[in-house]
């Protein structure tokens, strides 16, 4: 059994959990959830990752696996190769670029939520949030600007990564409305969330 740790609310966690239960892996995964910040390291999360960032992914030799990029792409050679990362050389840059976009969205919107819920009050610092912020709605602009990407037969690895974004935004920045002004991408996420896979990895706070 791969041990995953991870937590409930973490996008990036999501995200390989999504691309397990898309590969048909999920049961071969034991979640191990974390309570973890940059100035909280877990001490068997640092153990696996000196990085102590979720989501590690131990192997059942005991070797472990960061960040959610590289997992993803072991997961998907796990499972036969080339499900999630597509082969063709178009698709697969359309696939990886969007990725990268995503976890940019991703990676500014759990620094901005850090900001507020972490960071002590006198040290916060309101414009660096700004930017943090703006940069997320940049990013959703581009993307509505070119939703034929949005292909919504299709699941690869670039897709997953966006709707676990936007399912991190509407859970801890719903009051933003992501929506307003994009609705090709609120279409898309409306069909691809209801997808099992989505279903079963919702986030949510982690109760001691
Ligand atoms: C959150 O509570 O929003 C969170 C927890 C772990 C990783 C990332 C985000």
């Not at 041990?3 to 898309?22: D, N, Y």
């Not at 976009?101 to 006198?122: C, F, K, N, Q, W």
Request: aromatic share 6%; charged share 30%; proline share 8%.
């Amino acid at each position: 059994m791969m041990r995953l740790h991870t937590h409930p609310a973490s996008p990036f966690g999501r995200k390989v959990l999504v691309a397990a239960h898309e590969l048909g892996l999920a049961a071969e995964i034991k979640v191990e959830h974390r309570k973890v910040s940059p100035v909280e390291p877990h001490p068997e999360v640092v153990a696996d990752n000196p990085l102590g960032k979720l989501p590690t992914l131990v192997r059942e030799d005991g070797t472990p696996l960061v960040d959610s990029r590289v997992i993803c792409e072991y997961l998907d050679a796990r499972a036969g190769g080339g499900r999630l990362h597509p082969e063709e050389p178009e698709l697969r840059w359309r696939a990886l670029m969007l990725q990268a976009l995503a976890d940019g969205m991703m990676e500014a919107s759990v620094l901005a939520r850090y900001e507020t819920v972490l960071r002590p009050e006198a040290l916060r610092w309101p414009a660096w949030l700004e930017h943090q912020k703006r940069k997320v709605a940049r990013t959703l602009d581009r993307i509505e600007q070119q939703a034929q990407d949005l292909d919504p037969e299709a699941v690869h690895i670039g897709l997953i990564a966006l709707a676990c974004a936007l399912g991190y935004l509407d859970f801890r920045f719903a009051e933003d409305g992501w929506r307003q002004g994009r609705p090709r991408l609120a279409a898309w996420f409306e069909r691809f969330r209801t997808r099992p896979a989505m279903q079963a990895t919702l986030p949510r706070d982690l109760v001691a």
